[in-house]
């Protein structure tokens, strides 16, 4: 089972069908919907503020989500996949989205519907990135517009992979 820690009396809760790999890290002010999976060594600290997930968000190996008390909240909409080593600190990842795998996502970054941030981006405090667009490099810029269910078809192989473990 994974590391379920409650802090300062903020413990975290969680929908139906959820899979936690056994080194998972879940502290504090943490809500998820239903089927979510955070997988190997992913860490979601809500110590300080709360981290919001929508329903079929998967978080994958070696990620962490977090915030400071000053910078907010984190809030993940519905069918967000996170790849493998990324950083997600303080923003908004908007229904449907992919992390790629190394990617960083600094504070008030608002990621759009659909959008894709490249493997290795770094995505600047406060950048927003629009509807359908795939954005990379360092800093990370617009490269161009997703093919349609580009990014949201990898929720739903998360889902299916969630179920072998459970």
Known sequence: MA????VNGLTPKWGKDCYFSENATIVGEVTMG????????????????PITIGNRVNVQDGSCVHVT??????????DVTIGHNA?????????????????????H?????????????LVLQGTKIGEHEIWGGVPAKFIKKT??????????????YSKWYL
């Open 147 to 160: 093919k349609p269910h580009q990014a949201e078809d990898f929720a739903k192989h998360y889902v299916e």
């Open 34 to 49: 239903d089927e979510c999976s955070i997988w190997f060594n992913a860490v979601l600290r809500g110590d300080v503020a």
């Open 69 to 78: 008390n000053t910078t907010g909240p984190v809030v993940i909409e519905d």
């Open 109 to 121: 970054a608002d990621i759009g519907e659909g959008a894709v941030v490249a493997a290795g981006a």
């Open 3 to 6: 590391l379920i820690k409650s």
């Open 87 to 107: 950083t997600v600190h303080a923003c908004t990842i908007r229904r449907g989205a992919l992390i790629g795998m190394g990617a960083t996502v600094l504070d």
